[in-house]
Structure formats: structure tokens, C-alpha cells
């Protein structure tokens, strides 16, 4: 029996020998988004393991913790070391001792379920997590939002490439990109970004687009860094509405170059 050897590797974008259906007898190359086995250590305790893109690593550890309630804020993290294993990349996360005495709890929860939906909470309290944000009257520009969804599609490089990966972006007023990340997965590009965002200056008149659906966990994200707009390319939840009718959030879906629906707080957004 032959056995299988399983290849990782830390490139973002792989070559691939393919055959064309329109001609079976022609080969070429094409270019390919890898994905691989991410495992988030703390303290040499390993938490889990995610599939992503092998880039922007530190940026995910940050913004993974943060939205994920691991630490209160990004000085609880006191160092994150990036290790290339056989079979995937270890994240290994230093924390404070506060935040690993949280953590322990959370994982002592998983212990003995034979499935959860929402694992480590056990309370619905835990599970939609509220944070803590201010309150702000700022509004947005229509004519701004829609510069920046052209902007968004002329900055996702991964994608043009490879047609595979999902993007969160950050954006100024104007409609100006600051910071763009890229992944297979949805949520662990917002993460990503978010790990970015917390080490710059973030504004509160910022937003963020992602190329997405927007599900409540990405409005909670988003409170994470006291952005008050979500922009998505794809439909909104209903949960996700309702978040962020609660904490203050504009949320905007199916967004295209020249249109936009508004689910909550459509004050905010003038023309």
C-alpha cells in the first residue's frame, strides 16, 4: 500500500501543473492559494489549531486573541515565535498570567463534550460576547464608501492570483486603504487584520470591508477596535444585524461598486 506524504510549506501561493477541459492534451501552470494547519500554543499549552494562509502570522495571533477573549488587550501579549513544523506552523503565544488563568477556564469547559456549536462557552453570555465600545455620532460619506470598494478590488492581490482567498481592509474617511489581509478563511483574514490594526493608530472614523458575508461574529470583531461601519460584499445575518444595532455599529451588505443596503443605524451614512 502506498503511503501519502503530506507537504507544507510557508509560501502563500503554490505552482500547479493542471489540464484544461477545453483541451485534455494541454497542460499548464496555475497559481494555487496554499492552506495549512495553523496551531495557536499559549504558554505551551496548545488551544487549537485553524486552516489558513501562511502569511501574516503575527498579525493572526494578535487578532485572534483579542476577538477571541484569550487577553484584554494586546500588552497581555508578551511575544508570539512563528515555528515551521512537518505537518503545519505553530503560533507559540506568550500571555500574561491572568490571561492564562482565563484560558485554562475556558478549556476545562471542553473537557468531556462530545459536541458544542460554540465551543468553551457555557453560557449564552459567553458565546455572544458584547465588548466594551464607545459611543460616537460620526458619519460616513457615501461617494467615500463606494472610493473604497474600487479600492478594495484593485488591492486584493492574493485573490487575482489565485481566485481563492477571502480580504479585510481597512479603510480612512476618504475611502483611503491603510492595511489589507488576506486569507482562505474569512474570519482569520478579519483576524489578521485586526492583529495589524491594533499595532497602528486607529481612527474612529476607519472602516472595514470584508469580501464576505457578514455573520455576527464579524460585527463582534470589529467592536474589538471601536469601528463604528462594516461594509460586506455579501449578505448580512440576522444576528449579526441586531449586534450591531446594539452596539452603535452601521452595517452595510451587498456591496458593489456603485450600490450598497444599509441594515442598522442608516444615519450615519450621508450622501
Known amino acids: 500500500m502506498s503511503k501519502s506524504k503530506f507537504i507544507q510549506t510557508k509560501k502563500t501561493v503554490i505552482h ?3 489540464r484544461k477541459s477545453t483541451s485534455l492534451n494541454l497542460k499548464g501552470i496555475e497559481n494555487i492559494a496554499e492552506e495549512t494547519p495553523i496551531a495557536l500554543i499559549y504558554n505551551g499549552i496548545s488551544h487549537v489549531v485553524m486552516m489558513g494562509t501562511p502569511s501574516d502570522l503575527e498579525d493572526f495571533a494578535v487578532g485572534f486573541s483579542i476577538t477571541e477573549g ?5 500588552s497581555d501579549i508578551y511575544s508570539v515565535q512563528i515555528e515551521k513544523q512537518n505537518n503545519g506552523i505553530e503560533l507559540n503565544i506568550k500571555i500574561s498570567a491572568e490571561s492564562f488563568s482565563k484560558l485554562k477556564e475556558i478549556r476545562r469547559n471542553l473537557t468531556g463534550r462530545t459536541g458544542c456549536g460554540l465551543c468553551g ?3 449564552l453570555s459567553q458565546a455572544i460576547r458584547i465588548p466594551d465600545i464607545k459611543k ?3 458619519q460616513f460619506k457615501s461617494e467615500n464608501i463606494l472610493k473604497a470598494l474600487n479600492n478594495f478590488s484593485n488591492n486584493q492581490m492574493l485573490q487575482k492570483e489565485t481566485g481563492a482567498t477571502h480580504a479585510s481592509a481597512l479603510f480612512s474617511e476618504e475611502g ?7 486569507d482562505i478563511g474569512r474570519h482569520v483574514a478579519l483576524d489578521k487584520l485586526i492583529g495589524a490594526g491594533l499595532k497602528n493608530i486607529i481612527k474612529e472614523d476607519f472602516f472595514i470591508i470584508t469580501s464576505s458575508r457578514a455573520s455576527y461574529e464579524m460585527v463582534q470583531k470589529i467592536a474589538y477596535l471601536n469601528l463604528k461601519l ?3 460584499i455579501s449578505a448580512p445575518t440576522g444576528l449579526a444585524i441586531r449586534l450591531a444595532e446594539n452596539l452603535g455599529i452601521t452595517l452595510v451588505g451587498f456591496a458593489r ?5 444599509i441594515y442598522s443605524h442608516n444615519e450615519r451614512i450621508i450622501e
Open 176 to 182: 483611503n486603504i491603510k492595511i489589507i489581509r488576506e
Open 121 to 123: 462557552a457555557e453560557s
Open 136 to 138: 460616537s455620532k460620526h
Open 70 to 74: 484569550i487577553v484584554n488587550e494586546i
Open 257 to 261: 461598486e456603485s450600490r450598497y443596503t
Open 16 to 18: 500547479s501543473e493542471v
Open 230 to 232: 462594516l461594509v460586506a
